[in-house]
């Protein structure tokens, strides 16, 4: 019979390299960009890519329209997520002023406004990409606007699993880490003076039924003129 104590020694080796192991695979998922599998199966938003560097990448998205709740102040990105996707949810499935269908697209973008502090709400505009079907008149709907960008550059980090609202921060952080001193830095800089430095915006692909080949991407919109 095997003792408790070489157990409990057993037990904290496995979690040990069980933790080892999880940091390695974050560590090749930051520095991995993958093609969101769900882009396979729905249509999203089309892109150039120019640039791969270490943990992130330089996109150059195609012009195109967003269909967007109107700013949800929560102290979580997760629970306004939910808030604003049942709105949109709603709208995709006919509670529009057409009462017309729209094909489900990826990915589902939150834009954040942190707060100041952590116990105050930071502001949070969740967004539908519109399929290019109805992107010359996307139907109205009360309590949602129509964003339309024209191509816009984007640098992006990706991190796989369950969004959670501890490590999106970090996320962001990182991204903002990996560019710095980079020939995108000064573009994004000047995009992001002042007030909106912390501004960014999460992409989801997945639903939230998937466990697995999950992917979620950290963006930072900025301007090359």
């Excluded at 973008?109 to 539908?128: E, H, I, L, R």
């Excluded at 996307?138 to 490590?167: C, N």
Aim: net charge negative; proline share 6%.
């Amino acid at each position: 019979m095997v003792s408790a104590g070489i157990f409990d020694v057993f037990k904290l080796s496995f979690l040990v390299s069980l933790l080892s192991n999880y940091s390695n695979i974050q560590s090749i998922w930051n520095n991995v960009e993958v093609f969101p599998p769900t882009c396979n199966r729905i249509e999203c938003p089309t892109y150039d890519l120019l640039h791969t560097g270490k943990g992130f990448e330089i996109r150059r998205y195609n012009s195109s329209v967003w269909i967007s709740t109107q700013p949800i102040h929560d102290t979580s990105l997760v629970a306004a997520t939910r808030t604003g996707f049942r709105q949109l949810f709603d709208y995709i499935r006919g509670k529009n002023d057409n009462q017309q269908k729209i094909e489900m697209t990826g990915p589902v973008m939150t834009q954040v406004k942190p707060s100041d502090g952590p116990f105050c709400a930071s502001s949070f505009v969740v967004s539908f990409y519109v399929p290019k079907e109805n992107q010359q008149n996307p139907p109205s709907a009360k309590g949602l606007h129509v964003q339309k960008w024209g191509p816009t550059y984007i640098a992006v980090r990706q991190f796989g699993g369950f969004v959670a609202d501890e490590d999106v921060g970090e996320e962001a952080a990182a991204l903002y880490a990996s560019v710095e001193g980079t020939v995108w830095s000064d573009a994004i800089d000047k995009s992001h003076p002042g007030d909106s430095a912390t501004n960014y915006i999460v992409a989801q692909y997945n639903s939230p039924f998937e466990f697995r080949n999950r992917v979620n991407e950290i963006w930072l919109t900025f301007d090359l003129e």
